[in-house]
């Protein structure tokens, strides 16, 4: 199994650029979720899923949009890139035990 | 406002020197406390679940406990591939999501 895979694995913006990061993972689970890393400031929760056609908003959703539309997808749309949208970005799926996480390999967007 | 607190934010350690590190939380109704290990440029990778105060877990040189108000990961006699961040995170009421700690930033040095 791949588990969680995330494309692509770096990207430099231009400020006002859109982009879409992509997410899927084969093990079948309900849960998904979008986080961000920054130096020092540990992960914040962008938007999460509990299922296909059902999203909801974390702790810093603006300027991001999602959509599931399927169990395996969980795609993030930026919209208008912004410097401050520079950062790590990790997508992540759980399945019956909703706390125990697996992580993709990271998404590094650089806004300039 | 749920809230988790990680001691220390770095430590540096030799090569069996045993310590802690601490996560303290202050959250309306645990549900459960997760640790995760976060090697550099990799995404988290589960470790531990704790749901109730005098549970431990342990897993090689690693022990995870836990009190009504904090949790502790112990770690034994490390070695250099104990280096990483560690990653603290406490979930409430249900299946809602987790809220992160900002991690400690362990250095084992040989």
């Known amino acids: 199994n791949a588990g969680v895979t995330q494309t692509p694995k770096f990207r430099i913006l231009k400020i006002g650029q859109s982009m879409t990061l992509q997410c899927t993972q084969d093990m079948n689970h309900n849960y998904m979720y979008w986080y961000r890393q920054d130096p020092g400031m540990g992960l914040k929760l962008i938007y999460y899923s509990v299922g296909a056609g059902i999203t909801d908003k974390g702790e810093v959703p603006n300027g991001y949009n999602v959509s599931r539309s399927t169990t395996e997808d969980f795609p993030l749309r930026l919209e208008l890139a912004a410097p401050s949208q520079t950062s790590v970005y990790f997508c992540?799926?759980?399945?019956?035990?909703?706390?125990?996480?697996?992580f993709g390999e990271g998404s590094r967007l650089t806004v300039l | 406002e749920d809230q988790v607190t990680q001691s220390p934010e770095a430590l540096r350690l030799q090569e069996g020197e045993s310590s802690s590190l601490n996560c303290s939380y202050t959250?309306?109704?645990?549900?459960?406390l997760f640790w995760y290990r976060q090697d550099p440029g990799k995404g988290p990778e589960f470790l531990f679940t704790l749901y109730s105060a005098g549970e431990e877990k342990e897993k090689e040189r690693l022990k995870a406990t836990l009190t009504k108000k904090e949790s502790f990961l112990h770690i034994t006699a490390p070695k250099p591939e104990d280096s990483a961040t560690y990653l603290c995170a406490v979930q409430v009421r249900g299946n809602t999501p987790l809220v992160f700690g900002k991690g400690t930033r362990l250095s084992v040095i040989a």
């Open positions: 992540a799926s759980s399945g019956l035990v909703a706390g125990e996480l697996f």
């Open positions: 959250v309306s109704g645990l549900r459960g």
